[in-house]
């Protein structure tokens, strides 16, 4: 299975942008790279998704380097709201193998 | 839309002892998930249904876990006899019939267990 490696803890002021990356350098050519994020006693919530080309929607956006290995994901203007563990993952069939994530800490 | 329902929200209960989770999916979603997330990891698979019929159960432990989705709406999620090890949040997640690698998977609020 293509594994990601995202760090463990991020920090982030209010409003300020955030970038959360995410190493896949095992990434097949298949592989969809998904993002989720997982809010305190809720469940997993789609973030965005990616194939080559870099993303946007209301959310986010995601930068995907020009060979694949790696991702990031920008909040371009955090808020308290988006304090989550933010889960890349790699898809090339339909169950999705979560790793830890990354714990994002938004400081007011 | 209404999303992915599950009850109960929380269950305490003793080791050895037998516990039940029921999701009901978003309407129309042929294809369900149940994942087990212990404290600190994200969450694992443990068995996939599209419609009533199982996809993949590779990661249910089949000598106490068992779940059913009959007529391809709810499903319920059993353990029997709960272990320690147990204790986690099972979530429910659900999709409707289509590219799979390519489509969202809506998550349930999850059931929080704790074994004792």
């Known amino acids: 299975d293509a594994k990601t490696t995202q760090p463990n803890s991020m920090e982030s002021n209010e409003e300020e942008p955030v970038h959360l990356p995410c190493n896949h350098s095992t990434i097949s050519g298949t592989d969809y790279i998904h993002w989720y994020r997982q809010l305190p006693s809720q469940g997993p919530e789609y973030v965005i998704h990616g194939l080559t080309s870099n993303v946007n929607n209301r959310m986010a956006s995601l930068a995907i380097a020009e060979d694949r290995k790696s991702s990031t994901l920008i909040l371009h203007r955090a808020t308290l709201r988006d304090a989550a563990v933010y889960y890349c993952i790699l898809r090339d069939v339909d169950d999705m193998r979560f790793g830890a994530g990354t714990r994002l800490t938004v400081k007011p | 839309e209404a999303g992915v329902a599950q009850s109960p929200r929380y269950k305490i209960i003793e080791k050895r002892q037998s516990v039940a989770f029921w999701c009901n999916p978003i309407?129309?979603?042929?294809?369900l998930y149940w994942y087990q997330q212990i404290l600190g990891q994200g969450p694992k698979l443990l068995i996939q249904f599209q419609n009533n019929g199982v996809v993949d159960d590779s990661q249910l432990p089949k000598d106490r876990f068992s779940a059913e989705r009959l007529k391809g709406v709810d499903s319920t999620l059993k353990i029997q006899p709960a272990k320690l090890e147990d204790s986690a949040v099972y979530l429910c997640?659900?999709?409707?019939?289509?590219?799979?690698?390519?489509?969202?998977?809506?998550f349930g609020p999850g059931t929080r267990l704790t074994v004792l």
């Open positions: 997640a659900s999709r409707p019939l289509g590219r799979g690698t390519r489509d969202t998977q809506y």
């Open positions: 309407s129309g979603h042929a294809t």
